[in-house]
């Protein structure tokens, strides 16, 4: 579901605004930008979107992760039980980091199986990281009870999951810290961007500072004559992209509509036929991005799947993703050959039986229904 599907002429007011103020810095003219500033807007919209006290935007969803992980001083020998499948950059910031990922199984759900990560827990584990894929909630009452009993942190991977719910609570407001991107392929997009939620006041305070060099922000004094709170790099989110966020989020509740409704429709459509689909620790709070249907085995999804294109919809195999399948990582496994080379045989077992489609809030009627005679193709194939 590309977030550029929403654009309209609202978004382009809002940057012809930033640009016709020449304030794009999210810091600095404090006196001369009439206390109008775009992120701090955006940020304060997003805590208040998801119920969390604190969200601090920066630059793509993987300099959320890495924030977020450096603030909680995730360092060399940490290491951080997460999914095989994932986009990389959850891997990426762990190791980032100096520590090290340790990869366990997803279930059904396409989400990190809790029963897999118990055994993988070791003395040098600080943190469970389940990531919300295709922007469903994985089972999130599980790995908070999983890491309190071990006295673990439970952090979110939520990149994937704007706009999606656990039991009416937002996606990436369960852990220490949850994580949104807002690149172009995301329900809501400005262009690159990321957002950190946290409701701990510290911890905000850590990922601030280090998002922007370790500076102490005052507006009451020039940003040069800013103190340093520590050593930090820049992930700073500008105006133009504050901006976008704003639009882009008054429209996500009408994205989510959209979609539930279309992913309604496709699945009432073809509810005769039997079909089995992903599994949902809540599907009430499913974002509705994608239709995955698990099938009999491998055998039975490609078939599946060639009749699904034939009839002018395709639809992929989650086994051959490799965006998101750490097999396919090589450069993982040239870093990390202990961890990263082991075969994880359940879950290429349930990524090889899958057919997914994605939804967009631009389908048409038209689109939806090819979308469900190619489905029904599909399974007159089995």
């Not at 997460?82 to 090290?100: H, K, M």
């Not at 002018?312 to 050959?337: F, I, K, M, Q």
């Not at 045989?345 to 899958?354: D, E, G, V």
Request: charged share 25%; aromatic share 8%; glycine share 8%.
């Amino acid at each position: 579901m590309p977030g550029f599907d929403l654009f309209d002429q609202r978004e382009i007011d809002a940057l012809a605004d930033v640009i016709n103020r020449k304030m794009v810095h999210r810091y600095s003219f404090n006196d001369s930008r009439d206390g109008i500033y775009r992120v701090e807007e955006f940020e304060r919209a997003v805590a208040e979107r998801v119920g969390a006290r604190h969200a601090l935007a920066v630059s793509s969803g993987s300099a959320s992760l890495y924030v977020a992980m450096k603030a909680c001083g995730i360092g060399p020998g940490d290491e951080i039980i997460t999914t095989p499948f994932t986009f990389i950059a959850s891997v990426e910031a762990i190791l980032e980091c100096g520590a090290v990922p340790v990869l366990a199984e997803v279930d059904e759900s396409l989400n990190l199986d809790p029963e897999s990560v118990e055994p993988l827990i070791t003395e040098r584990t600080k943190a469970v990281m389940p990531v919300h894929m295709f922007g469903a909630a994985a089972d999130m009452e599980a790995y908070g009870s999983l890491c309190a009993d071990h006295g673990l942190s439970l952090f979110e991977d939520s990149c994937q999951a704007m706009g999606a719910t656990y039991r009416g609570k937002a996606a990436g407001t369960f852990g220490l810290w949850g994580t949104y991107s807002l690149d172009p392929y995301k329900i809501i997009t400005v262009g690159e961007g990321g957002l950190i939620v946290t409701d701990d006041e510290e911890l905000y305070r850590r990922m601030e500072y280090y998002h922007d060099h370790g500076h102490i922000h005052d507006k009451s004094i020039d940003r040069g004559a800013e103190g340093k709170f520590c050593l930090g790099f820049n992930f700073r989110m500008s105006e133009l992209q504050g901006a976008l966020g704003l639009v882009q989020l008054s429209k996500l509740d009408g994205a989510l509509a959209r979609l539930k409704g279309i992913k309604r429709t496709v699945v009432d459509a073809v509810a005769d036929l039997g079909l089995s689909r992903r599994v949902h620790a809540d599907a009430e709070g499913d974002s509705a991005t994608q239709i995955v249907f698990l099938l009999p085995d491998e055998a039975s999804a490609r078939r599946f799947q060639k009749a699904s294109k034939e009839a002018g919809v395709g639809c992929g195999n989650l086994s051959d993703n490799t965006w998101h399948y750490a097999r396919y990582w090589r450069t993982l496994a040239e870093a990390l050959p202990d961890h990263c080379t082991v075969e994880r045989p359940r879950t290429h077992a349930i990524l090889s039986r899958t057919a997914v489609y994605g939804l967009s809030v631009a389908m048409t009627e038209e689109q939806v229904e090819k979308t469900v005679r190619a489905i029904r193709a599909g399974a007159a194939a089995l």
